[in-house]
């Protein structure tokens, strides 16, 4: 799935990484992806995200010091 990133917070980097971890599965599935920064216009980061699986799924974005964290269903493949 594709997805723009935009960060508001000037301690943001230049990279944003994404990790995922499946919350209802026992085994808990996880992934993890890096992103850059486009050049314009800056904090802007164009991602396509690869869940591995469908299911609950919580991500965890980080880009320097800052932090978000984002809860989604997946629906099929």
């Known amino acids: 799935m594709k997805i723009l990133w935009s960060i508001d ?3 943001a ?5 994404i990790t995922g971890r499946q919350l209802l599965d026992p085994q ?16 802007m980061y ?3 995200i690869n869940v591995p699986a469908a ?3 919580q991500l ?4 320097g ?12 493949n």
């Open 13 to 17: 980097s230049k990279t944003i990484a």
């Open 46 to 48: 164009p991602s396509t």
């Open 65 to 76: 010091m800052t932090t978000g964290t984002l809860i989604f269903w997946v629906l099929g």
């Open 28 to 43: 808990m599935k996880t992934f993890s992806q890096t992103f850059l920064s486009a050049d314009t216009p800056a904090k």
């Open 9 to 11: 917070n000037p301690q």
């Open 55 to 57: 299911g609950c799924w």
């Open 60 to 63: 965890t974005l980080k880009s």
